[in-house]
């Protein structure tokens, strides 16, 4: 892959990422603690955890990608408390973070083996694809919890 086809995958990805971190906006503005908070069963994920969690999993494997170490706590994501201005925040974060390492991006980092903490190596490519992929699914996770929450009784 030469680097003009390296440009053309970043510039994908960063329009994909930066349309899910829209996505994550649009579902937590505006919200109050009481509703980001909720979980709707007791082993269920919260918006704030499902948001936390996202964007560790993307900051983390970003960083893999590019082969920069990570320290990334996942158990803590998954302990997450946050109101709307603090998601925002971090969306904003993962955004800029992502714009910087997208913006130097190689041909390498793409058809490259990189690692993950406790997963097989796969190609930087891999790692973009399946990472939007599972942040999508929790794009829907949320929207689905934020319309259980609505329906309560």
Not at 121 to 139: D, K, M, Q, V
């Amino acid at each position: 892959m030469a680097g003009v086809e390296a440009a053309i995958v970043a510039r994908t990805v960063r329009e994909l990422f930066s349309s899910l971190h829209d996505g994550l906006r649009n579902q937590v503005r505006d919200l109050d603690p009481g509703t980001l908070n909720w979980r709707p069963l007791p082993k269920a994920n919260s918006i704030a955890v499902l948001v936390t969690h996202t964007l560790g999993s993307e900051r983390e494997m970003i960083r893999a990608v590019r082969s920069l170490s990570s320290d990334r706590d996942r158990d803590s994501e998954f302990k997450a408390e946050a109101d709307s201005a603090e998601l925002l925040a971090l969306i904003d974060q993962a955004q800029r973070e992502m714009e910087q390492h997208l913006g130097e991006l190689t041909a390498e980092d793409l058809v490259e083996l990189r690692s993950r903490k406790g997963q097989d190596p796969r190609t930087g490519l891999a790692w973009l694809i399946s990472n939007y992929g599972h942040a999508r699914e929790h794009l829907a996770q949320i929207e689905l919890t934020k319309q259980l929450y609505d329906s309560r009784t």
